[in-house]
């Protein structure tokens, strides 16, 4: 194949959105725009899909304002997908990038696009085909292996940190009558996304005062005796828990009913583990529970963005491209921790099998001896990648004016 | 009293907290200190309780800084409640009030305490106390009678407004697999809340795609044939609910089962109206629909609070003490609308009895015939209260490529 000599780039994004994985693709466009060895820039409509079905857009066509603003829009501009790819799509795929002389193929995801860009780089390998496959990292659950943290996860942290902090103040202004207030927040399987709850916290005292991960099983007894200690201690609890916990049994917990119709998926199930935890604590406490549950809106809010993660996303975009274009194929860009104060980061490969339907485990030493807590260790290792401290809030004295009546209440 | 000459001011916040409550704080304490007239300013903890029980604080002694960082701060500084006054009570507030010599009473809440606030400035003058009593409204439900909008409903609304436009970027995004979002708002009984997630549309096809209010029952085949006909249409569907909705006979739409163990509140609630809905479709529709709900995050949100509603939020709290100071009294601070483009706002005053426990009805012309959206004039109304528009995103225009393989899928 050497006597064609167009040689086009391919992006993609793959898995669920981010706040940041179109600074990526920024950082990618931009970095490949002009170089000598680049002819047209593409991007894959819905990922895999798109290349599938030769759904490609032009970026060579765009506003350069437009990509410049993608350093600052949330989600997957060019769209996503969850495709289980089948043995004969490979061939496809290859046939479809030879098709549009895609010479570098970059792919943002997690470790199942990871897999995806393996098997298709080894695949093009053995075929003697031009083709230079790189990962970029990307993944609010922060569990790709090697990277010392993964695109994305600053900022879903950042916006949980942000939140809990906000609406703890909520709790303690009004804590009179509500008392206790459940986050629920996203990371099925891993505790990083909920860990980060912990990163606004004030002061010991301040929300969130509990948080439960899905590493340890979730024990009604005592997640009622760390309820009441706090309740009894503070007058007030904000507990952070993941979507992802489980009881002894290994079970999720859930609200869910036989009782309701059911379909084919399976019983109704009408709320997860915050409501399930509310419904637990005003059965035994005898205390009316809130129930906050952000979902989605966690991993896209722009508002909430870390610029660390902004920025470090752009930067392995634009790493990823330098990579491909100078011959490196079947890799990863990782993110590696330079310093720590001031933070510095820098980038480095690692083999795609590394990290291919791998998962980075929440270390133990990250949860503290009680299990309901996160420990100082997670707060010292994410503290650098939510950006910055939270915006600064006032802190009154508070000194109190001396009475001059009897006792009312 | 006439010869009793020192003259305090005492603020106090009630209800729900909001994102700008203390904006109006640091704008009364800021226009108060230095006054002639006045000798001590004090702050209420947690409000009416705090009168009651004289937990009063002293912000002559504050840091100036914090007193302006209180501008910036979500939730309330001094804390709030819920407590329902007895007749009993009125007579120790008044009691209570002398002892401090507080002249300039100024009450932060919603129509709830300018009912407070109407009968105890009613008290004072017939017992001929030297007392200037003058509401500051404050409530996210936009719901006080006079006033063109809250303090408050201004930054709630760019939460949702902003919320709903990332939450429905994601949907997009990822489209080939989870089509189908609810978010769920705050807004028991009126629609403002709900009706915001409209205001970060950015054309016709974007998120929110259907909203429904409470001013309206859910009809459950009206409302399936909604979502039937967007999904249809474009795929998938973003629809916006709010917390409050009831069916045809008057019955709020929650998750619940009467088989699960209960107590004292009553049967096991399992979730609000959105898991009620997503299992809706879910047995109906037969597909699977995410819930989003950030539940008590909206209305505190400093990230994303509108500088509108922070702005007037300071000003109504200026106004509301220059004019206690110059003895009006038993009325409360109202916002007129001045100008439309470029939105201006200006102050007025309106007697307290005209607003006390009286709620502004979500106007039938600010919903569509359909019932499932928002009109123009609800657009036009609310437009300017979240203080200019959203970030701007980048718009691709996705040029596709030429194929040039036979079709795959």
């Not at 680049?38 to 990509?67: C, H, K, M, T």
């Not at 790189?134 to 609010?140: F, L, Q």
């Not at 990083?192 to 606004?200: E, K, R």
């Amino acid at each position: 194949m050497g006597e064609n000599l167009t040689r086009n780039v391919l992006v993609a994004q793959s898995g669920g959105p981010t706040a940041v994985i179109n600074s990526s693709v920024a950082g990618i466009v931009t970095e490949a725009k002009g170089n000598e060895k680049v002819d047209e820039i593409y991007g894959a409509i819905n990922g895999i899909l798109g290349v599938l079905n030769e759904d490609l857009v032009d970026f060579g066509l765009e506003d350069p304002a437009a990509i410049q603003q993608l350093r600052h829009t949330p989600s997957a501009a060019l769209g996503s997908c969850r495709y289980k790819l089948g043995d004969r799509d490979y061939a496809r795929l290859l046939e479809a990038l030879a098709a549009h002389n895609v010479r570098y193929f970059l792919c943002a995801g997690g470790n199942d696009s990871m897999d995806t860009a393996h098997k298709l780089a080894r695949l093009a390998s053995a075929k003697g085909l031009e083709l230079q496959v790189i990962g970029v990292p990307k993944t609010v659950d922060n569990d790709l292996m090697i990277t010392d943290h993964c695109p994305g996860y600053g900022s879903v942290a950042r916006f949980n940190a942000t939140a809990t902090r906000d609406s703890g103040l909520d709790t303690e202004a009004i804590y009179t009558s509500d008392t206790i207030k459940i986050i629920e927040t996203m990371g099925r399987d891993t505790g990083w996304i909920t860990a980060s709850t912990a990163l606004g916290r004030d002061g010991e005292d301040s929300a969130p005062h509990l948080i439960y991960l899905p590493e340890r099983p979730l024990i009604a007894e005592s997640f009622l005796n760390d309820v009441k200690d706090v309740y009894n201690r503070l007058g007030k609890a904000v507990i952070c828990v993941c979507e992802g916990l489980r009881n002894e049994k290994g079970e999720f917990l859930k609200a869910s009913s036989k009782d309701l119709d059911t379909d084919k998926f399976g019983h109704a199930q009408l709320g997860g583990v915050g409501e399930y935890l509310a419904n637990l604590i005003a059965k035994h406490l005898k205390i009316k529970a809130r129930c906050d549950k952000p979902g989605t809106i966690q991993r896209v809010s722009m508002a909430c963005a870390s610029q660390v993660d902004l920025t470090e996303a752009y930067e392995v975009g634009r790493v990823a491209f330098s990579k491909a274009v100078n011959g490196e194929t079947d890799k990863m860009v990782t993110i590696m921790r330079k310093r720590e104060d001031p933070y510095e980061s820098d980038y480095g490969l690692v083999e795609l099998q590394e990290v291919a339907l791998r998962t980075k485990k929440f270390p133990d030493t990250f949860i503290n001896k009680q299990s309901n807590f996160v420990s100082d260790s997670f707060l010292k290792y994410a503290t650098p990648l939510i950006g910055g401290p939270l915006q600064e809030y006032a802190h009154l004295r508070k000194e109190r004016v001396k009475k001059q009546l009897p006792q009312y209440m």
